[in-house]
C-alpha cells in the first residue's frame, strides 16, 4: 500500500497514524507542513478547495493528517487507509 501522509512533526495525530502505517508495512511519503513552506501551500489550496474539508474548516481545526491513497482519494479517516 502506498500513501501520502500530509501532516506535521509536531501532531501527535499525525506521529501515530505514521507508527500505525509503518506497522502495517505501508510506503509512506511524508509532507510534513512543518518544514515545507511549498507542501504547506499546496495542502492549504486542497483544504481551502475540498468539501472534505468543510467541517474541519467550520470547527477551526487543521485537518491533519490526511492521507493521500494511490489512486487519489484523500481521506482525514486512518481507518479507511489501513482496511
Known sequence: MKV????????????YALNKLCE???DITFKNL????PDLRTYL??????PLYESVR???SIGIPA????????T????????
Open 34 to 37: 512543518s518544514a515545507s513552506l
Open 58 to 60: 467550520e470547527n477551526g
Open 4 to 15: 501520502t501522509v500530509i501532516g506535521s512533526h509536531l501532531c501527535p495525530d499525525t506521529l
Open 67 to 74: 492521507f493521500v491513497l494511490e489512486d487519489g482519494t484523500v
Open 76 to 83: 482525514l479517516d486512518l481507518a479507511d487507509v489501513l482496511k
Open 45 to 50: 489550496a486542497l483544504r481551502e478547495s475540498s
Open 24 to 26: 502495517a508495512k505501508a
